[in-house]
């Protein structure tokens, strides 16, 4: 480890990589008598102690404000999160690990670091949508833009992984207004369980031209117990993006479900080359939905979406009606796609 008058420079010990860890802890997660401050100095709370350089003024570990924190406090954890979004420094591919726990963002925050990376505990990769476990560590989106990323190019190459996020209602929690491009986004959970009904919630909200510009979204899950909206809202045209190796599971809606994973409004009509897929999507039959009526709904487009999925099961009474594509019949091409309906008719592309 690399020395200087502060103490120590990069911390090398988890990553062979440049990039300098920064530490998210929720002091209010759990009590001291479960171990989270530790005689030993082993639990969260003690990271200060553990990650925190001697004799600098520079912070790596960010407390939120329960009771319980040492170092900084910040008013709330909204603040605690931007703070330490401003200590990463640019393209150097910097990590905020957030340690187990349950977090508000109640103050948009934004993300305006290139090549940063948001990783919870890592857990195995499933074959599709990523691990329960991922819950751990749960990032509760309590206003409308909890995460935004506004500044052109600021937010590129930026990582999530390994981290459950709660939306809020009647809006979308994520925002990309600007152009940002090799996002990539992967073991994450976006659960609409306990979210009220409605069908302008959805996850991330795209509106710019090249706002997502060669991305990759991969192993992710999305849980839809309500109509909800679509879990990407694309209002500019993006090129070259992937959706991959996702889960979705539907159960208990007994309404319209229109659109689940991708809206592609007028404004983001010129979109082209969009792969979907492979994917699974799961609508139990509890209690029957009225209509599933598509995985990707296309207004007016003129590009290109390539969907490369299979096994798509829509078991027993749920839904009435299924489809891969609202698009028109030549904006979409599809290989590989069987959906099954619900009187038990397979569907398939080739």
Same mark, same amino acid.
């Given at each position: 480890?690399?020395?200087?008058?502060?103490?120590?420079?990069?911390?090398?010990?988890?990553?062979?990589?440049?990039?300098?860890?920064?530490?998210?802890?929720?002091?209010?997660?759990?009590?001291?008598?479960?171990?989270?401050?530790?005689?030993?100095?082993?639990?969260?709370?003690?990271?200060?102690?553990?990650?925190?350089?001697?004799?600098?003024?520079?912070?790596?570990?960010?407390?939120?404000?329960?009771?319980?924190?040492?170092?900084?406090?910040?008013?709330?954890?909204?603040?605690?999160?931007?703070?330490?979004?401003?200590?990463?420094?640019?393209?150097?591919?910097?990590?905020?690990?957030?340690?187990?726990?349950?977090?508000?963002?109640?103050?948009?925050?934004?993300?305006?670091?290139?090549?940063?990376?948001?990783?919870?505990?890592?857990?195995?990769?499933?074959?599709?949508?990523?691990?329960?476990?991922?819950?751990?560590?749960?990032? /509760?989106?309590?206003?409308?833009? &909890?995460?935004?990323?506004? $500044? @052109?190019? #600021? *937010?590129?190459? +930026?990582? =999530?992984?390994?981290?459950?996020?709660?939306?809020?209602?009647?809006?979308?929690?994520?925002?990309?207004?600007?152009?940002?491009?090799?996002?990539?986004?992967?073991?994450?959970?976006?659960?609409?369980?306990?979210? /009220?009904?409605?069908?302008?919630? &959805?996850?991330?909200?795209? $509106? @710019?031209? #090249? *706002?997502?510009? +060669?991305? =990759?979204?991969?192993?992710?899950?999305?849980?839809?117990?309500?109509?909800?909206?679509?879990?990407?809202?694309?209002?500019?045209?993006?090129?070259?993006?992937?959706?991959?190796?996702?889960?979705?599971?539907?159960?208990?809606?007994?309404?319209?479900?229109?659109?689940?994973?991708?809206?592609?409004?007028? *404004?983001?009509?010129?979109?082209?080359?969009?792969?979907?897929?492979?994917?699974?999507?799961?609508?139990?039959?509890?209690?029957?939905?009225?209509?599933?009526?598509?995985?990707?709904?296309?207004?007016?487009?003129?590009?290109?979406?390539?969907?490369?999925?299979?096994?798509?099961?829509?078991?027993?009474?749920?839904?009435?009606?299924? *489809?891969?594509?609202?698009?028109?019949?030549?904006?979409?091409?599809?290989?590989?796609?069987?959906?099954?309906?619900?009187?038990?008719?397979?569907?398939?592309?080739?």
């Amino acid at each position: 480890m690399a020395l200087n008058k502060f103490g120590p420079a990069i911390d090398g010990r988890f990553s062979p990589d440049i990039g300098q860890y920064f530490y998210m802890v929720d002091s209010n997660y759990r009590t001291a008598a479960q171990g989270w401050s530790r005689p030993d100095g082993t639990g969260p709370l003690d990271l200060w102690n553990a990650r925190q350089p001697a004799n600098s003024n520079e912070t790596r570990v960010f407390y939120t404000p329960e009771a319980g924190n040492q170092g900084t406090t910040y008013a709330t954890q909204a603040a605690a999160v931007s703070a330490a979004v401003d200590a990463m420094i640019d393209f150097r591919g910097d990590t905020l690990y957030w340690t187990p726990g349950d977090y508000n963002i109640a103050t948009a925050v934004n993300m305006n670091v290139p090549y940063a990376r948001w990783l919870g505990r890592e857990y195995k990769t499933p074959r599709y949508g990523c691990s329960p476990c991922v819950r751990n560590t749960t990032i /509760t989106c309590g206003v409308t833009n &909890a995460l935004t990323m506004s $500044t @052109a190019n #600021g *937010a590129d190459g +930026f990582e =999530i992984g390994y981290i459950r996020f709660v939306p809020i209602t009647a809006d979308e929690s994520v925002l990309i207004s600007a152009a940002q491009n090799n996002l990539y986004w992967h073991d994450f959970m976006v659960d609409f369980h306990g979210v /009220t009904e409605n069908a302008a919630t &959805a996850f991330c909200n795209i $509106t @710019a031209d #090249g *706002a997502g510009n +060669f991305s =990759i979204f991969d192993q992710f899950t999305w849980l839809v117990d309500e109509a909800q909206g679509p879990m990407f809202d694309l209002g500019g045209d993006v090129r070259q993006v992937v959706w991959s190796n996702f889960l979705n599971l539907i159960d208990e809606i007994g309404a319209a479900h229109v659109t689940s994973l991708l809206d592609i409004a007028t *404004a983001g009509d010129a979109s082209d080359a969009l792969l979907i897929g492979p994917g699974l999507i799961m609508c139990g039959a509890g209690t029957a939905s009225t209509t599933f009526t598509q995985l990707v709904e296309a207004v007016a487009m003129t590009g290109t979406i390539s969907i490369g999925l299979y096994g798509i099961v829509t078991p027993g009474n749920s839904p009435a009606s299924t *489809a891969i594509s609202g698009a028109e019949a030549g904006d979409s091409t599809s290989a590989l796609g069987y959906m099954r309906t619900s009187g038990g008719t397979l569907y398939t592309t080739a």
